[in-house]
């Protein structure tokens, strides 16, 4: 699950602090949690998660609230649903067999793929699939369908398709050509910009076909253990290396609980790994530290490809320019990604603060980025 944001609504309710404050650190944490509690008192937020920590180790909150349905305590050792949060590792895989020469990203997908992309980018006529790349693919830039949240040429699209058939559990082949049937393209390869589901599952099958693994698998070997992630793994697909085996939070749809729905199988390489606030920030720093890449690899991983009035997208990655959004907000950036669930995994390279966590609720996949704006913002008065 996923969702571009709609900047309008980031822009509504956002009031800047008091500017040039003193800030002692007991001041700090303590506006930023009353924050956080406002934000957990939002109508349909039954739990929420919040890591947030400072590049230098001055700063270091991770705060939970709520419970299980049983009344068990969540703790920051809950795995929660990262959705669309998932991109990200999808686009580090890539980029992982990228350095070690098993592709280019200038790769054509049916190069790897061969009859599974025929006929899946007809537009007007003519057949697209064999020029799209692996670039096409991680930058939204195919101009594919997308099988989530694009109208299909009948029935429902994968979003319905969630809710009419939770116990479906969907296999990525059966993805494509559920896109291939019911869906069309929206402009030839590289020509524009349109968020799809459905490349990064012709990426996860890629890593699949040249790795000669899993995904869940290849996540396992070259990035959860690795980086000590053991509270990270793929929902429905594989457990966390922690033993004992710690319950995924629950997950709302508004007053839904959707945790449980085989359904979410559809999510695949496009969202389907659950984490902690903790391991998504030791990911994250990894990733951009070049710890997982090559610096000239993460560079490429930051070609920027205009998403929407401040926002960008890159190979995975999403760029917020705050400032860009209205010249009220501080002259911050945000580099990360977002799902839908209302869960965030961002780097702010003005304060060097990386944060990451969830509200576990559908109904927050604007409001989150209202939350880390505010957040943010009280550290950028301290630093006036």
């Known amino acids: 699950m996923k969702r571009t944001l709609l900047i309008t609504l980031l822009l509504t309710g956002l009031l800047l602090k008091g500017v040039g404050r003193a800030y002692s650190q007991e001041t700090l944490t303590q506006e930023i949690r009353n924050v956080f509690d406002k934000y957990v008192r939002e109508e349909g937020v039954y739990n929420a998660f919040f890591r947030m920590e400072s590049a230098d180790g001055t700063l270091n909150l991770d705060w939970v609230s709520g419970q299980f349905d049983s009344g068990e305590?969540?703790?920051?050792?809950?795995?929660f649903y990262t959705a669309s949060i998932g991109k990200t590792f999808t686009a580090a895989a890539i980029a992982i067999l990228s350095d070690k020469?098993?592709?280019?990203?200038?790769?054509?997908?049916?190069?790897?793929?061969?009859?599974?992309?025929?006929?899946?980018?007809?537009?007007?006529?003519?057949?697209?699939?064999?020029?799209?790349?692996?670039?096409?693919?991680?930058?939204?830039?195919?101009?594919?369908?997308?099988?989530?949240?694009d109208q299909p040429v009948s029935g429902a699209n994968?979003?319905?398709?969630?809710?009419?058939?939770?116990?479906?559990?969907?296999?990525?082949?059966e993805l494509i050509e559920y896109t291939r049937a019911n869906f069309r393209s929206h402009f030839p390869p590289g020509k524009g910009y349109?968020?799809?589901?459905?490349?990064?599952?012709?990426?996860?099958?890629?890593?699949?076909?040249?790795s000669g693994m899993k995904l869940h698998t290849y996540f396992q070997k070259h990035i959860f253990a690795p980086l000590s992630l053991e509270l990270t793994s793929m929902n429905l697909r594989s457990e966390p290396m922690a033993t004992p085996d710690f319950p995924m939070a629950e997950l709302y749809a508004g007053p839904m609980e959707i945790s449980g729905y085989q359904s979410l199988s559809a999510?695949?390489?496009?969202?389907?790994?659950?984490?902690?606030?903790?391991?998504?920030?030791?990911?994250?720093?990894?990733?951009?530290?070049?710890?997982?890449?090559?610096?000239?690899?993460?560079?490429?991983?930051?070609?920027?490809?205009?998403?929407?009035?401040?926002?960008?997208?890159?190979?995975?990655?999403?760029?917020?320019?705050?400032?860009?959004?209205?010249?009220?907000?501080?002259?911050?950036?945000?580099i990360g990604h977002s799902g839908s669930t209302g869960a965030f995994m961002y780097f702010c390279p003005e304060l060097e603060v990386y944060v990451s966590g969830t509200f576990n609720q559908t109904e927050m996949m604007q409001k989150h980025i209202v939350f880390l704006a505010d957040t943010l913002?009280?550290?950028?008065n301290r630093n006036k």
Do not use: C
């Open 73 to 79: 305590k969540l703790t920051k050792n809950t795995p």
């Open 101 to 149: 020469g098993a592709l280019s990203f200038e790769d054509k997908v049916a190069d790897h793929l061969g009859s599974m992309v025929a006929g899946l980018h007809i537009l007007d006529g003519q057949d697209y699939s064999g020029q799209i790349t692996i670039h096409h693919l991680l930058s939204h830039t195919s101009g594919l369908p997308d099988y989530f949240e």
């Open 158 to 173: 994968m979003m319905q398709q969630l809710f009419i058939n939770p116990s479906r559990f969907w296999q990525p082949e």
């Open 194 to 210: 349109h968020y799809t589901d459905t490349e990064y599952i012709l990426l996860g099958l890629v890593i699949e076909k040249v």
């Open 267 to 334: 999510d695949w390489a496009g969202g389907a790994v659950r984490s902690t606030g903790n391991n998504l920030n030791t990911f994250l720093k990894a990733l951009l530290g070049e710890a997982l890449i090559k610096k000239e690899t993460l560079v490429q991983m930051q070609q920027w490809t205009p998403e929407s009035r401040g926002t960008w997208y890159g190979y995975g990655l999403r760029k917020w320019a705050l400032r860009e959004l209205s010249p009220d907000l501080p002259d911050l950036t945000l």
């Open 377 to 380: 913002d009280i550290i950028n």
